[in-house]
């Protein structure tokens, strides 16, 4: 069985991000993880191997060089192959490009079914998985809380709906977005480090995919950032005085009620 | 000149940092506040291997090369300097004489499980009248039948209480001085050997410290760590620039911890009316640490760099350690100035990064003896 499982490389959540001056770019600090959404597909794909020799778990990702680093961080965790579809000179933001080359990829690779984070956590545009099954043509189930392979033509799903969960039963080829809290990603053993170290990790063209200038150009987005603005400042910390911890409760509370009036 | 980590030695200190953040650096304030040896978090990092980073891969390590092993020692500091210290004990110093000298029975039964995380090493070097002063080592190993009779107390020693086996530094022939040292290894449950007092000590609290004691403790010829009596002191010398790059390494580590700590405080404290980062003489620290804390590590990975290549580094290895350690005292110090009067609270992680740094001043050297050696090997015999 094959599962390709699609990572996307992200800001840390602590990096400095700042509103460039034509507000229509980021600025942002050197730290970048895997998404955090992706960590549990891919921890998801190591597990199903793990119980099958026959299975393999491919992973990529469509982006700049520097995500190659997100791609080792998957071999550590155990993936048997990784790639990037590097975006040089292509438009990396918009969702429908990303989609159609990851699926050019996927039709190429082939697959069994394939893994992806519910959405990233720097656009939150959800859609990319969902897009990619459309463009493949096959079905897809979003959020899924558990999956089981029943056999090489069917799975059976849980995913998180509204008040609940509903289980589903797919045939495969199938797309599946995961939810956070599926499994608990593993920290990689140091000799999966060493491995990640060392693997090649192949850069592939877009365009090698079958895919036409019409198709993936910055031309074909469908969507154009206008601006960014920063969110609204939150007021400074304050710490509230006081030398004992009756003290602090007493002024905490005056200020809720005087200041802050919730009270 | 290529001043950057490659690629992979890039990739090895993220990944190494993400796991000491997710799964050391949260325990690091329980594990101070108790101050007992972390047994399940021990387990659970022997588990990922890194404690045979520095070993061939032939028996069970990694073959990591020295600035990769030095960038763990770093993100460990950074994590948990009480936890870190006995890592390292097992990975370096309580395990190296066993892989350079040890037999293959020997290695069996206690490097192999060393590095597994399944027993606990350590190494004796000091006594009460004997720390920097190698050649005044009192614990005397004398022969006895078809093998060796030690007796001696062993002070300062990490992991000491809870070892599996130790490397006990003795001397056969007191008169020689320090040319009459020797690395013998003694194992739990050997008649005669115990541990006696526990220190409580002001940091790296969670590491166990304290005194073993051997009484007329027997142990065979091939406990003898040397390929013959009266070597030690050159054998000390072969790991003596590692260790301390690694003291240096975990100062970087700790320097960096206390550094960040500032950081987001002086962004988020507010005083008169703006985050104090605003104000030059906060600006004027940081712009200090940065710069000793860059130089400290090009210092560290220089010295590496030198070890790697197995060129004379005993100057620079030197240097290295002194001055990280002395930076790592200063960030620290401007640590707790810019947290104000919270500095003085046990609840603010400041206080540990203050009291852990003070050990870096003893390990791996005193300060004084260390300028005095480099004095000596700069200027030469007069």
Redesign the interface.
């Known amino acids: 069985m094959k599962i390709l499982v699609f990572i996307k490389q992200v800001a840390d959540t602590e990096a400095r991000i700042l509103i460039k001056s034509d507000k229509k770019s980021l600025e942002i600090e050197n730290k970048y993880?895997m998404n955090f959404f992706d960590e549990f597909a891919v921890e998801e794909a190591i597990k199903i191997k793990e119980k099958s020799k026959e299975t393999t778990v491919a992973v990529c990702t469509y982006g700049p060089k520097r995500a190659?680093?997100a791609l080792?961080?998957a071999i550590?965790m155990g993936v048997d192959q990784a790639f990037l579809l590097e975006n040089n000179n292509l438009n990396g933001d918009d969702p429908l490009i990303t989609a159609k080359i990851l699926a050019g990829f996927a039709k190429q690779e082939g697959f069994d079914f394939i893994l992806c984070g519910r959405q990233a956590i720097d656009d939150e545009s959800s859609n990319i998985g969902v897009m990619v099954a459309e463009f493949l043509g096959i079905p897809h189930v979003s959020s899924i809380m558990k999956l089981d392979i029943i056999d090489e033509k069917k799975a059976l799903v849980e995913s998180e709906i509204e008040g609940g969960r509903e289980t589903i039963e797919v045939q495969l080829p199938a797309l599946f977005t995961v939810q956070k809290g599926m499994n608990e990603p593993r920290?990689?053993?140091?000799?999966g480090?060493?491995k990640?170290?060392?693997a090649n990790i192949p850069f592939i063209d877009p365009y090698s995919l079958g895919l036409t200038r019409e198709m993936i150009d910055t031309c074909a987005a469908k969507t154009n950032v206008l601006c960014y603005e920063a969110p609204q400042e939150r007021p400074?910390?304050?710490?509230i005085e006081g030398n004992t911890p009756e003290e602090k409760v007493k002024g905490l509370i005056t200020i809720l009620k005087e200041e802050a009036k919730v009270l | 000149m290529d001043f950057q980590l490659t690629?992979?030695q890039?990739?090895?200190k993220?990944?190494?940092a993400?796991?000491i953040d997710?799964?050391v650096a949260p325990r690091s304030q329980e594990i101070d506040e108790k101050d007992e040896f972390p047994w399940e978090l021990w387990k659970e990092f022997a588990?990922?291997?890194?404690l045979?980073?520095r070993y061939p891969e032939e028996i069970g390590g990694?073959n990591a090369d020295k600035i990769m092993s030095m960038t763990f020692y770093e993100e460990l500091a950074r994590g948990s300097v009480g936890f870190a210290q006995s890592v390292i004990m097992n990975s370096l110093m309580g395990t190296y004489f066993i892989y350079r000298f040890g037999s293959d029975a020997i290695k069996e039964r206690c490097l192999y499980p060393a590095i597994k995380g399944e027993k606990i090493a350590t190494i004796c070097f000091t006594e009460d009248q004997s720390g920097s002063d190698l050649g005044a080592t009192r614990t005397l190993a004398v022969q006895d039948g078809e093998g060796w009779r030690i007796n001696g107390t062993k002070m300062w020693i990490t992991n000491g209480p809870i070892c599996d086996f130790c490397t006990v530094l003795a001397t056969t022939d007191p008169s020689k001085g320090l040319k009459g040292l020797n690395f013998f290894l003694v194992e739990k449950g050997t008649p005669g050997f115990s541990s006696g007092q526990i220190i409580h000590k002001l940091g790296c609290r969670g590491t166990v410290t304290g005194e073993l004691v051997f009484d007329n403790v027997w142990v065979p010829y091939e406990n003898l760590l040397g390929e013959e009596p009266g070597k030690g002191v050159f054998y000390v010398g072969d790991i003596l620039d590692e260790v301390r790059l690694m003291t240096g390494s975990m100062a970087l580590g700790i320097a960096t911890g206390a550094y960040r700590e500032a950081l987001e405080f002086a962004r988020?404290?507010?005083a008169f009316g703006q985050?104090i980062g605003n104000y030059q003489l906060i600006r004027e620290k940081f712009a200090d640490m940065d710069t000793i804390m860059n130089a400290a590590r090009l210092m560290i990975y220089y010295g590496s760099w030198l070890l790697e290549n197995n060129m004379d580094c005993r100057i620079v290895a030197a240097e290295a350690k002194m001055y990280a350690t002395e930076t790592c005292l200063k960030v620290v110090d401007e640590l707790t100035r810019i947290y104000g009067a919270?500095a003085f609270a046990y609840e603010y992680k400041s206080q540990r990064y203050f009291r852990d740094a003070r050990f870096l001043l003893y390990g791996g050297g005193t300060h004084e003896v260390l300028k005095d050696f480099i004095g000596k090997a700069i200027i030469g015999k007069l």
């Open positions: 993880n190659v680093e080792r961080t550590a920290v990689p053993l140091i000799t480090v060493m990640a170290m060392k400074p910390v304050r710490i | 690629e992979e890039s990739f090895f993220k990944t190494v993400d796991t997710k799964i588990k990922l291997g890194y045979g980073l990694l988020k404290r507010v985050p919270n």
